[in-house]
Structures are given as structure tokens and as C-alpha cells.
């Protein structure tokens, strides 16, 4: 039986580590890596240290959707310059934490790999991270990486 791995990456330095980490896993195991990117508005312009895609705070759908793919298109490259060799992308749309659940429950993942941190902005302290909603909502096993 090959493990499913879903790793959702934003492209902050907590979700390349996640990245580095679902990688290792997907190898050991043999298992099936499922990159997931759920494009959002940030609070300021960032740096996505994965494809180095710069988004500003006025970006349009169009150039977040743009962004995302080149985002999961780095995070593809690096999975496969790690060794893996069953990556699958996602790009959703909605809110990331229903929607990074919503893929791990369609692709029947047995781990959900997440970065501790992202890109949020200050609403996400007030409001509950995406890891922490993911973590307790998750039907399968969950893995944050600090």
C-alpha cells in the first residue's frame, strides 16, 4: 500500500520546511506526494520563498492564481530534485484551511503535512491559524513543522 501525503505549501519559510519534510516521507515510504496551494489576499507585499513569486496587497484573482501555479510548479521541482517520484498539484480556491481538508478528504491522504506558520496576516492570530484548523479538523493524521 503506497502512504498518501498532502502537503499544502503558501510558500513561507515554515511551508518549505513542510515541503523538505513531506519529501523525505513520500521517499521512505514510497509513498504518493500531493502538493495542494490554496491562493489568498495577504496583508502586504511578500516574497514567496518557493518560485519567488512577489504578490501585492492589490494583486487581482488572476495574478494570486498565476502566483499559485508557479508556487506548486517550484514546489513540484524541489519534491522531484528530493528524489520523489509520484508528485500531484493542486491549486483550490475558498478559504485554505476547508479547502486544504476538502482535498486531503478527495484524495483519501493518510497524512496531511503543514508549516506551523505562513503568510497570514494579523486576522489569522485573531481568527486561528490555518495549521491549528486544520490540526483538530483533520480526519487523518496531521504533521506540523516548525
Not at 42 to 52: E, N, S
Request: net charge negative; hydrophobic share 45%.
Amino acid at each position: 500500500m503506497t502512504d498518501k501525503i498532502l502537503i499544502a505549501v503558501d510558500g513561507s519559510e515554515y511551508s518549505r520546511k513542510a515541503l523538505e519534510f513531506a519529501c523525505k516521507m513520500a521517499i521512505k515510504f514510497d509513498g504518493e506526494l500531493h502538493i495542494v496551494h490554496v491562493p489568498q489576499g495577504i496583508a502586504a507585499d511578500r516574497v514567496m520563498v518557493l518560485g519567488g513569486a512577489s504578490i501585492m496587497i492589490h494583486a487581482t484573482k488572476e495574478q494570486l492564481e498565476a502566483a499559485g501555479r508557479q508556487l506548486v510548479e517550484a514546489a513540484a521541482g524541489i519534491a522531484a530534485d528530493a528524489g520523489c517520484a509520484n508528485v500531484k498539484t493542486e491549486l483550490r480556491g475558498g478559504d485554505p484551511a476547508t479547502e486544504i481538508l476538502a482535498s486531503a478528504d478527495e484524495h483519501e491522504a493518510d497524512y496531511i503535512v503543514i508549516g506551523s506558520r505562513g503568510l497570514g496576516d494579523f486576522s489569522g492570530i485573531l481568527l486561528g491559524s490555518v495549521s491549528h484548523k486544520v490540526n483538530h479538523s483533520a480526519s487523518c493524521t496531521c504533521i506540523t513543522v516548525h
